[in-house]
């Protein structure tokens, strides 16, 4: 029998010395539903063609070196139940487009340059078990929109620029284990 790429659903490339930018041509892996570039070297802009990965159930490109904004392309990608994306150099704002993908469970965005303020739109998100936005320059106020997420286990904001009070809406978050809001 003969297999091509074109038809793999997972692409795991963890910890695989992969230099270089990812090509647009990722985005003709149609049927992918993991993709999994962890731990490399990879330079250069997300490339907006990931958007095309209607299919994707996992997406991690967690520590590189990964620069530019995050294509709001990624909104397309409407079966996603884990986004991965942090331990990079994104800069810019999270695109609105990230808060409608309302079957996440994981939202990984930490340790970028990630620029703006966390949106009311957080709320859409009600299946989010784990958020992670730490050690970015979000500015802003935490929204009291966050205590829709009443499936949250994990919720890192730290090392950002956040001002204003902690909204009394996190008490909402009943199953929270872990919160970690220091400066």
């Known amino acids: 029998e003969c297999y091509s790429i074109e038809n793999t659903n997972t692409l795991d490339l963890n910890n695989s010395g992969l230099t270089g930018s990812i090509a647009p041509e990722i985005g003709q892996l149609i049927n992918l539903t993991t993709l ?5 070297q990879l330079t250069g802009e997300i490339p907006p063609e990931i958007g095309n990965l209607t299919n994707l159930t996992y997406l991690d490109l967690y520590d590189n070196e990964l620069t530019g904004s995050i294509p709001p392309e990624i909104g397309n990608l409407t079966n996603l139940n884990w986004l991965s994306l942090d331990n990079n150099q994104l800069t810019g ?32 998100i009600s299946n989010l078990t784990y958020l992670s936005l730490g ?17 949250l286990e994990k919720l890192y904001l730290s090392y950002n620029q956040l001002t204003g009070s902690i909204p009394s809406e996190i008490g909402n978050l009943t199953n929270l284990e872990r919160l970690v809001l220091h400066i």
Request: glycine fraction near 10%; proline fraction near 9%; charge should be negative.
């Open 36 to 40: 999994i570039l962890v731990n490399n």
């Open 93 to 124: 704002e999270i695109p609105s487009e990230i808060w409608n993908l309302a079957n996440l469970i994981g939202l990984y965005l930490s340790n970028n340059e990630l620029t703006g303020s966390i949106p009311p739109e957080i709320g859409n």
């Open 135 to 151: 050690s970015n320059q979000l500015t802003g106020s935490i929204p009291p929109e966050i205590g829709n997420l009443t499936n």
